[in-house]
Structures are given as C-alpha cells and as structure tokens.
C-alpha cells in the first residue's frame, strides 16, 4: 500500500509540473498578442483570463501541492518506522 501511495504522490507531482509547464508556454506563447497590460492584476491574471487558462493553472498548483505532501508524509512515516525498529532492536 504504501509503495502505491508513493507511486500516486510522484505521479501527480510529475502531472502537475508538466501541466503548469505546459500552461506557462500557453501563457508565454499569447503575450504578443496582448494589447496592454496596464490594469492591476498584471500580465499573468490578464493572459490567464483571456485564454480561459484558470482552471488547468489551479489544478497543475493543486496536483503539485498534493503530490509533494503525498510524497512529504511518506517519507516521514519511513523515517519514524525505520527510527522506531532500530530503538526496538538495540
């Protein structure tokens, strides 16, 4: 179970990166386009609202965050459990 997990954690963690690569092309591919950006919320939140680009940008955040605690809480729980059989052996 736990080698599943951890396979789950690195995979999202690996769909989020190449997701938030491939949104940051997008966004880098349409700035020529752009007529201005003088508005407040600047480049980024102008691009992603014209490309209609929030959703998949939150969920390649979202994947990433939840793939590195997946990953993260795992290799806690090996450290405390190989801690844990060494204190028991000696």
Avoid at 1 to 12: A, I, V
Avoid at 23 to 32: D, T, W
Avoid at 52 to 75: A, D, K, N, R
Wanted: charged content about 15%; aromatic content about 12%.
């Amino acid at each position: 179970m736990n080698k599943d997990l951890t396979r789950l954690g690195y995979f999202l963690f690996f769909t989020g990166i190449i997701l938030f690569g491939i949104m940051h092309l997008a966004i880098a591919l349409y700035i020529p386009n752009l007529s201005g950006w003088s508005d407040p919320p600047g480049k980024l939140a102008i691009v992603l609202g014209e490309i209609i680009g929030w959703v998949p940008y939150t969920l390649s955040i979202i994947l990433l965050i939840t793939g590195s605690l997946i990953i993260v809480c795992e290799q806690y729980q090996n450290s405390q459990r190989k801690r844990n059989s060494s204190k028991s052996k000696g």
